[in-house]
T-cell receptor, first 113, second 116 residues
Framework: GDSVTQMEGPVTLSEEAFLTINCTYT??????LFWYVQYPGEGLQLLLK?????DKGSNKGFEATYRKETTSFHLEKGSVQVSDSAVYFC????????????FGQGTRLTINP | NAGVTQTPKFQVLKTGQSMTLQCAQD?????MYWYRQDPGMGLRLIYY???????DKGEVPNGYNVSRLNKREFSLRLESAAPSQTSVYFC???????????????FGPGTRLLVL
């Protein structure tokens, strides 16, 4: 079945550092890809998404590009802030039917001032 | 709009007790989902309902039942709670089919369940 593998955490960075969180996937079809973020004590919020190869999703300074050749969707941000501290989940879903999400295990990010 | 709401926020149960987790959405979404979140395992799908009147099993359905009461509400029931069901439970919904582009799921704030 479909699966998502994320970079192991936790990740700790200093403010203004460059961030990369790796995500790779396996899927039988051509899924949509998502990054969700979970702030402490809250539910998941959509951060960005991409629907086809070479699409770039972006939001709040975060970016991720759908790479079909490497089956990857790595999350990047050029200069992180303390407020970016959260757990980040990579996920995929098929574009038809029930659109069930398959999640990676999550990466906890802590940004120190 | 309140979005996706869940009750209760936190619950402690003893092994063997039963309880129902409630979820409601006010966005007129057709599809609704129940996930559980465990450390190091991301979120795993328990059950989902593609439309009112239908429910289907997800990846980890054992020990759970669901009811899609109407378009707004989708409840999750534990008939005989076990310590392995200690987890954080999230409900989610998705906009109606027919909209262009990938449809992201909207999540509730979660219910933290502890089974002793």
């Amino acid at each position: 079945g479909d699966s998502v593998t994320q970079m192991e955490g936790p990740v700790t960075l200093s403010e203004e550092a460059f961030l990369t969180i790796n995500c790779t996937y396996t899927a039988t079809g051509y899924p949509s890809l998502f990054w969700y973020v979970q702030y402490p004590g809250e539910g998941l919020q959509l951060l960005l998404k991409a629907t086809k190869a070479d699409d770039k999703g972006s939001n709040k300074g975060f970016e991720a590009t759908y790479r079909k050749e490497t089956t990857s969707f790595h999350l990047e941000k050029g200069s992180v802030q303390v407020s970016d501290s959260a757990v980040y989940f990579c996920a995929l879903s098929e574009n038809t039917g029930a659109q069930k999400l398959v999640f990676g295990q999550g990466t906890r990010l802590t940004i120190n001032p | 709009n309140a979005g996706v709401t869940q009750t209760p926020k936190f619950q402690v149960l003893k092994t063997g007790q039963s309880m129902t987790l409630q979820c409601a959405q006010d966005m007129n979404h057709n599809s609704m989902y129940w996930y559980r979140q465990d450390p190091g395992m991301g979120l795993r799908l328990i059950y989902y309902s593609a439309s009112e009147g239908t429910t289907d099993k997800g990846e980890v359905p054992n020990g759970y039942n669901v009811s899609r009461l109407n378009k707004r509400e989708f409840s999750l029931r534990l008939e005989s709670a076990a310590p392995s069901q200690t987890s954080v439970y999230f409900c989610a919904s998705i906009p109606t089919e027919g909209l262009a582009g990938p449809r992201a799921q909207y999540f509730g704030p979660g219910t933290r369940l502890l089974v002793l």
